[in-house]
């Protein structure tokens, strides 16, 4: 057999299911579209759901894919074994009611026999138990022996989740030879290494209802899945997916840069191996998840790419890798896969720039994160307490990145440890709202919308680039429920006076809301009927739904009807969108080419456009931005459209939208040479009808994304005067003229300086005069010297500058002996409570914060800090006395406690 490579065995396969009649097409992106039900794509068949729910007619009733993949549901144990990862390709072949068993299993047994050149001797097939069609075939047609075909029940194959489409399924599993493992767990369906699954066969041809009904679907489906890196583990003979050609590449990489480590080949516990698998499974993740326009954050998707990168960067540190070396790793993955996915080298620049600013954050992050460690092992040696609660383990985990285990060694090197029972906990509470977050769906992932019950065959064209007027006819239409009503959405024949509904149309003037542009507004007129469209969406596939209510009359499914377009927004929209691509030309020139847009909005009123960078824009970078569009625009550039191929599109030059579905037959959207992007949104016929182009506003909204707001045409002229009557109504205010406003404003500014100076002075002599006679309230508490007083009238910041003031003369007199003070006050009816200790007293068992906790209840506050310095504030007045004299108390417990 020969030793194909990765990249060999992809094209190997998709040429070999184009020579069936399948339509290759390329990998969708890792954003789900229009799937609610996912995060991020899982398996190959995911992004081809609407086709197999019949949402959607697909473009071939044949298709084949090599689709990129990401799995994080067991995060923390990717990596203990060479066995799984976060990111795999899935090679898969399709069938939407066309070829079914006949054709899907002898097509399998051929690939990986004929064309792959497998040992047809050490491949075994499983069927579902009760599938005797599936069994025949394997026993009659490819003519394997009976006691190789091997019936497991239905956990293992049969594949359905919930009520929806369903089916049983053909495993083949590859036996590696006796050299990867030769005990009683080594047999086929066993838990060992050496029967290997490669190739899964799912047939879709039962309807389930959700009560084990089980009825026969009218269209039979095939969904195939191949893992590749499994596929190649088994043809070039290697123990695992870590050692096929391009992940060793990676993996050689990586030991080279941890000083040429080695890395054990199968080697399943040790830490080296551990780390090494994680940093080279995460590395791949994460220049994949980028390349289609994933970004860090918090929350959804972006969570899990913060949370892969900084356990790569953790695991590198643990090899002996310092600096940032993420970026380094994630050229040899672009370098590795660019023949199936030539996005990655197209993004290689941004990619790189969000890795390496991750990387940087990370890094500052877990510093803090550690600084936090240590007030949790302080507060635990102070409590005399040895165990870490598993909240506080959690918090570190999912605010810091710190993985309960290196939290658990750092605490056991002092002598503490962890309750991992309530991390798991935490953790499983998170889990938890993540899915309940997520849409219950069935094994198809179908949202069950009332537009689904429409015929997939009906069909909306758009015709509106044009002109916004047309004549059609309704072929379909629903009533739309408020929200809070009890009732529930449905299809009908007629919508009358006073109804809200969609209308859908054969052909329509109205563009439908899609990449950030807001869809038209307008109204659907007919003989006896008129229907106000407030919104405009794509709905099930092809169809086009003009949202909105009866305003007169009655709409019947059938009447021929005209669409009339609010032109006056229509061109405003136009206006915002058509300046949206000179934004991002001009950014890209003023910042840089990893200037990438990670969102966009456009309606009448302004445009919205969110873009990679990774520190706030310059004074001068926005002048510099808003100049040169302006600039465009006064060119009165031709706005060109032409509809051409994807490939012609990209070599072009056009830019695309990371994460976009892209079909085969693109448009492309010019403007005279400065900017060419693909876009199916409407556009002004020249840039001079864009009038002008001002920014707003320039703000972050996410790590490394920052968003611009800015308003073009009319908005502009009336943004203008709003400020001119602003500007009126503030000299006016102080006697001055817009010309002279800011001298008035910069000698106003002067005697407010001059007065705060005057008042700040004030105060503080009224503070040092009642500090007069405080010094004789000193006491000694367990050889430590207190100071605990009431003050009148001084706010936090005051009592701070004093409390300072106090502890400097205490220390002077106490010696070695500590020094504490607790200050209070109220003003303007709130408690002002503050505590400061030296490092002698904090040394003797005093701690600032707890006093501080204890205290702050008696003014009916709260409030903690740091053993040095803590405040808190309060509502109760009344209680300052007690508060004074329950200090004293307070801290003879904490020295007592102390031992001292």
């Known amino acids: 057999m020969q030793n194909y490579g990765v990249n060999e065995l992809r094209e190997m396969f998709l040429s070999f299911f184009e020579e069936k009649g399948c339509l290759r097409m390329n990998s969708f992106s890792l954003v789900p579209h229009n799937d609610n039900s996912l995060l991020i794509i899982n398996s190959g068949m995911a992004p081809l759901k609407p086709y197999f729910t019949g949402q959607e007619i697909p473009p071939r009733r044949r298709v084949t894919t090599c689709q990129k993949c990401i799995r994080t549901g067991d995060l923390e ?26 054709e899907a299993i002898p097509w399998a047994w051929e690939f990986l026999t004929e064309r792959v050149g497998l040992d047809p001797e050490r491949l075994y097939p499983s069927v579902y138990e009760r599938d005797d069609e599936a069994y025949r075939i394997w026993r009659d047609d490819i003519h394997i022996p009976e006691e190789r075909i091997y019936k497991f029940g239905k956990a293992d194959n049969f594949w359905e989740h919930g009520s929806g489409p369903c089916g049983p399924c053909s495993e083949i599993y590859y036996d590696r030879g006796a050299k990867y493992g030769d005990g009683p767990e080594d047999v086929m369906g066993g838990e060992g290494d050496r029967f290997m699954e490669v190739w899964n066969i799912v047939f879709t041809q039962f309807n389930n209802d959700g009560n084990e009904n089980y009825t026969d679907l009218s269209q039979k489906n095939i969904d195939t899945g191949m893992g590749l890196e499994r596929l190649a583990v088994a043809v070039q003979d290697v123990g695992s997916i870590f050692d096929v050609d391009t992940v060793k590449a990676l993996r050689d990489h990586v030991c080279r840069l941890a000083g040429g480590v080695q890395y054990e080949a199968g080697g399943e516990t040790g830490e080296t191996d551990v780390s090494i698998r994680i940093v080279v499974d995460h590395i791949r993740s994460a220049t994949f998840m980028i390349s289609d326009g994933i970004m860090p954050s918090n929350e959804g998707r972006g969570y899990v790419l913060r949370r892969i990168i900084r356990r790569a960067v953790r695991h590198g540190r643990k090899l002996g890798i310092g600096g940032s070396f993420l970026p380094e790793l994630a050229c040899t993955v672009i370098a590795g896969s660019r023949d199936g996915y030539p996005e990655l080298e197209e993004k290689k620049d941004f990619i790189l720039n969000v890795i390496r600013q991750e990387e940087e954050k990370f890094e500052k992050t877990f510093e803090q994160g550690l600084a936090i460690l240590g007030e949790m092992e302080a507060a635990l040696a102070q409590s005399g307490a040895k165990l870490l609660s598993g909240e506080d383990a959690f918090r570190l985990y999912d605010t810091y990145g710190f993985p309960v285990d290196s939290t658990k060694e750092i605490l056991e090197e002092h002598g503490f440890t962890v309750d991992e029972d309530g991390f798991r906990r935490a953790m499983q509470v998170q889990k938890e709202t993540a899915r309940k977050a997520r849409r219950v769906s069935n094994y198809m992932g179908a949202d069950a919308t009332v537009y689904e019950e429409l015929d997939p065959a009906l069909h909306s064209e758009f015709i509106g680039y044009d002109r916004t007027s047309a004549e059609s006819e309704i072929i379909a239409m629903a009533a739309l429920c408020p929200e809070d009503s009890d009732e529930e959405n449905a299809l009908t024949k007629a919508l009358s006076d006073g109804q809200t509904g969609a209308v859908i149309t054969a052909e329509t003037p109205f563009y439908a809301t ?139 030059g056009a830019m695309a939208l990371f994460g976009e579905k892209y079909g085969d037959e693109v448009r492309v959207v010019r403007m005279g040479g400065f900017s060419t992007e ?112 009431a003050l009148q009238e001084v706010d936090m910041n005051g009592l701070r500058e004093m409390g300072d003031q106090l502890r400097a003369k205490l220390e002077a007199e106490a010696g070695q002996s500590g020094a504490v003070v607790v200050l209070v006050s109220s003003k303007e009816g709130k408690v002002s409570l503050m505590a400061m200790a030296d490092d002698a007293a904090v040394a003797r068992g005093a701690h600032a914060g707890n006093l501080v906790k204890e205290l702050a209840g008696l003014v009916g506050g709260g409030g903690g800090g740091r053993p040095g310095m803590a405040q808190a504030g309060g509502k109760n007045p009344a209680g300052i006395p007690e508060t004074v004299r329950r200090a004293a108390q307070a801290l003879e417990s904490q020295i007592h406690g102390n031992g001292s």
Request: with cysteine; proline share 1%.
């Open 514 to 652: 899609m990449g950030g542009q807001i869809g038209d507004r307008g109204v659907i007129e007919t003989a006896g009927g008129l229907f106000e469209v407030r919104e405009t969406l794509h709905v099930a596939g092809s169809k086009i739904a003009h949202i909105g209510r009866v305003v007169r009359g009655m709409l019947r499914e059938g009447d021929r009807v005209l669409l009339r377009v609010d032109e006056e927004s229509r061109m405003a929209t136009c206006r915002n969108h058509s300046a949206t691509h000179l934004l991002q030309k001009a950014l890209r020139e003023v910042l840089g080419t990893h200037v990438e847009q990670a969102g966009s909005y456009q309606d009448a009123d302004r445009t919205r456009f969110d873009f990679s960078h990774f520190r706030p824009m310059t004074g001068d970078e926005l002048r510099r931005v808003e100049e040169m569009v302006n600039e465009e625009i006064g060119k009165g550039l031709a706005v060109r459209t032409e509809v051409m191929s994807l490939d012609k599109a990209k070599k072009s």
């Open 77 to 102: 144990n990717v990596g203990k074994t060479a066995r799984h990862g976060t990111f795999f390709e899935m090679l898969g072949n399709f069938s939407f009611g066309d070829y079914f068993k006949k």
């Open 678 to 789: 693909l876009c199916g949104g409407t556009h002004v016929s020249n840039t001079s009808q864009i009038g002008q182009f001002k920014i707003l506003s320039e703000n972050g909204v996410a790590a490394g994304v920052r968003r611009i707001e800015a308003i073009t045409g009319d908005n502009v002229r009336r943004y203008y005067e709003a400020m001119e009557e602003k500007l009126l109504a503030a000299a006016e205010l102080v006697k001055a003229t817009p010309d002279t406003l800011a001298d008035h404003i910069r000698k106003l500014q002067e005697e407010l300086r001059a007065a705060r100076a005057e008042n700040e002075s004030l105060k503080s002599r009224q503070a040092k005069e009642q500090l007069g006679g405080v010094m004789d309230q000193v006491q000694e508490i367990g050889g430590v010297r207190l100071l605990s007083a």
